[in-house]
């Protein structure tokens, strides 16, 4: 057996010094618990915080789902507006767009 600093395991140590050992180790033990219910509560937030953002991810998926449906349908609308050779109404509809644009420019330019 090796025999560390002279002392012989069995002999050499105390009921002090293994006391002294046994409360080193219960408080190691004590703060690696500690760390572990930290992280364990870390990782709970964690995946409460995935779940939140997939959700949200979701409901913005579903938004950009109807906002394509519905950006299909106008232009849709759009082209039978325009095969039809209507082009007073394509006229109309452009300076209406431009009217809009410049409005908001105007207020926005105005603050």
Same mark, same amino acid.
């Given at each position: 057996?090796?025999? @560390?600093?002279?002392?012989?395991? +069995?002999?050499?140590?105390? /009921? !002090?010094? &293994? ?5 080193? +180790? ?5 703060? *690696? !618990? ?7 509560? #870390?990782?709970?937030?964690?995946? +409460? ?5 997939? $959700?949200? *991810?979701?409901?913005m998926d579903d938004d ?5 449906? @519905?950006?299909?349908? @106008?232009m849709a609308r759009l $082209? ?5 050779? !209507? &082009?007073? /109404?394509?006229? /109309? #509809?452009?300076?209406?767009? *431009? %009217?809009? %644009?410049?409005?908001?420019? /105007? ?5």
């Amino acid at each position: 057996m090796r025999r @560390t600093a002279g002392l012989d395991h +069995n002999h050499g140590m105390g /009921y !002090h010094d &293994n006391q002294m050992l046994d409360d080193e +180790n219960e408080h190691l033990v004590d703060g *690696l !618990h500690d760390k572990v219910s930290q992280l364990k509560e #870390l990782s709970i937030d964690i995946g +409460n915080e995935v779940r939140s953002q997939n $959700k949200m *991810l979701g409901d913005m998926d579903d938004d950009f789902d109807k906002s394509h449906g @519905t950006l299909r349908g @106008t232009m849709a609308r759009l $082209k039978i507006m325009a095969s039809a050779g !209507h &082009n007073r /109404y394509i006229c /109309y #509809l452009m300076l209406f767009a *431009l %009217f809009v %644009f410049f409005v908001i420019w /105007y207020i926005l330019k105005s603050k």
